[in-house]
């Protein structure tokens, strides 16, 4: 995020601090936070639910889903066997733009955008996998591809501001 972006763009943010997961995370301040076990869900007033195929649960559209899974006896190439195993699981995936391996505290991470379709529809998404000690942290930042481009810029800063603790 660059000095234009930190001074005005997320003055009027909120902070999510999750002690049981081990992260934080902004978000403009009219969206919502839900509390999921595996994590957190962020999303505006207006979003509908959609199926993430690879968790097989539904997660908000537009929308944030903070997924924290156990890596305990993983060798710690948890970034390119999530981007391996997407490339099986979702339908149309594709690699859109690769924004970066920066995420603060992590030991290993990777941010980027990408493209799939689930049931039917097409989606856009900001997405980081980011490793510290036996946690994953998998964070995706979904939209309708017809619409991605409007919350882009949200969705970028609300990636590369997630930090691990």
Known sequence: MGFLDRLFGQKDWETYVSGKHGFQ???PKEWSVREREDGIDIHPP????????ELGVEIP????????RDASGRDGGEAKD????????????R??????????????????????TSRGTALHACSVIARK???IFDIKACENA?????VQKTFR????GFKVE
Do not use: C, W
């Open 146 to 150: 017809g619409t991605f481009e409007a």
């Open 133 to 135: 000690g036996s946690r």
């Open 95 to 116: 690699v859109l733009n690769h924004i970066g391996n920066d995420v603060p505290k992590a030991e290993s991470a990777v941010v980027y955008e990408f493209a799939f």
């Open 157 to 160: 800063q609300i990636v590369k």
């Open 82 to 93: 999530v981007l391996r195993a997407r490339s099986n699981i979702y339908e149309d995936y």
């Open 25 to 27: 995370v902004s978000y």
């Open 61 to 68: 559209t537009p929308g944030v889903h903070i997924a924290v």
């Open 46 to 53: 207006d979003f509908h639910m959609a199926m993430e195929p």
